[in-house]
C-alpha cells in the first residue's frame, strides 16, 4: 500500500486542499478501489509532489498530540475581540446563536464543552425552511451566511493571532495533514470541517508569511 499526496493550490500558489489516496494498484490509475480523506472539495488546480508517506493530525479536543489538543475549538486559547475576553473559540461561535444578550455573554464566558453542549440548544431546532440567526455586537446576521461564517474565521484568526503556543502547534502541522473528525457531522453545524480546516491553513499560511508577530 502507497499513498500519493497531491496538493491543491490556489492561483496564488497557497495550499488550500490536500487530498491523499491510499491505492493498492498503480497510484497513477486512480479507477481502482481507493480510500480519499480530504480537506477541503474545492480547489482551482492540482499538483502532483510524488510518492510520500505523510502523518495526520485529527483536530479534536481529546487528542494525545498536543498540537491537535490546542488547535481545537474547545481548547482554553483565550483571546479578545471588541472587549469581549473568550476562553476559547467555541464559546464565541456558541454564544452568537442566542439572541438574549444575557444569556449570549454567559455562553461567552464557558469553557468549551460546557459552550458546545449549551449551543446544541439552539442548534438542534433550526430548520432549512425556518429563518435562523445569529447575534454580534448589535448585529443579526443569517445563519451559515457569508457574514456569519467570516465572523467565525475571525474568531479563528483572533486565536492564533493572540496565543504563541496555538502558531507553534499550527507551524508544527506544516508537514502533516490535518482534518477534523467527531464522527458525524450534524447538518446544522455552522462550522463544517472543510471551512474549518480552510481557516486553520489560511493561518498556518499567514504565519508562515510573518504576518503575525
Known amino acids: 500500500?502507497?499513498?500519493?499526496?497531491?496538493?491543491?493550490?490556489?492561483?496564488?500558489?497557497?495550499?488550500?486542499?490536500?487530498?491523499?489516496?491510499?491505492?493498492?494498484?498503480?497510484?497513477?490509475s486512480l479507477r481502482s478501489s481507493a480510500i480519499m480523506r480530504y480537506s477541503l472539495?474545492?480547489?482551482?488546480?492540482?499538483?502532483?509532489?510524488g510518492m510520500m508517506t505523510i502523518a495526520r493530525v485529527n483536530i479534536r479536543s481529546d487528542s494525545k498530540d498536543w498540537r491537535a489538543k490546542i488547535l481545537s475549538n474547545l481548547a482554553h486559547t483565550p483571546f479578545t475581540i471588541e472587549?469581549?475576553?473568550?476562553?476559547?473559540?467555541?464559546?464565541?461561535?456558541?454564544?452568537?446563536?442566542?439572541?438574549?444578550?444575557?444569556?449570549r455573554n454567559e455562553v461567552f464566558a464557558?469553557?468549551?464543552?460546557?459552550?458546545m453542549k449549551k449551543g446544541r440548544e439552539v442548534t438542534k431546532f433550526i430548520r432549512k425552511d425556518v429563518p435562523a440567526f445569529v447575534y454580534?455586537?448589535?448585529?443579526?446576521?443569517?445563519?451559515?451566511?457569508?457574514?456569519h461564517q467570516q465572523l467565525i474565521r475571525e474568531f479563528i484568526r483572533e486565536k492564533v493571532a493572540q496565543n504563541t503556543k496555538v502558531?507553534?502547534?499550527l507551524l508544527a502541522t506544516e508537514e502533516d495533514f490535518i482534518?477534523?473528525?467527531?464522527?458525524?457531522?450534524?447538518?446544522?453545524?455552522?462550522?463544517?470541517?472543510?471551512?474549518?480546516?480552510a481557516a486553520l491553513l489560511k493561518e498556518r499560511q499567514?504565519?508562515?508569511?510573518?504576518?503575525y508577530g
Open 41 to 49: 472539495i474545492t480547489a482551482i488546480n492540482a499538483k502532483e509532489e
Open 179 to 197: 482534518y477534523h473528525d467527531v464522527g458525524p457531522e450534524h447538518p446544522n453545524t455552522s462550522l463544517p470541517e472543510k471551512i474549518f480546516i
Open 1 to 28: 500500500m502507497k499513498t500519493r499526496r497531491i496538493v491543491v493550490r490556489t492561483v496564488a500558489d497557497i495550499p488550500v486542499a490536500v487530498f491523499y489516496f491510499e491505492v493498492a494498484s498503480s497510484v497513477d
Open 206 to 211: 499567514a504565519l508562515k508569511n510573518g504576518l
Open 136 to 147: 454580534w455586537q448589535g448585529e443579526r446576521y443569517e445563519y451559515n451566511s457569508s457574514e
Open 83 to 103: 472587549g469581549i475576553t473568550f476562553p476559547c473559540v467555541e464559546a464565541a461561535l456558541q454564544g452568537i446563536k442566542f439572541e438574549d444578550e444575557k444569556t
Open 167 to 169: 502558531q507553534e502547534a
Open 110 to 115: 464557558m469553557k468549551g464543552m460546557q459552550a
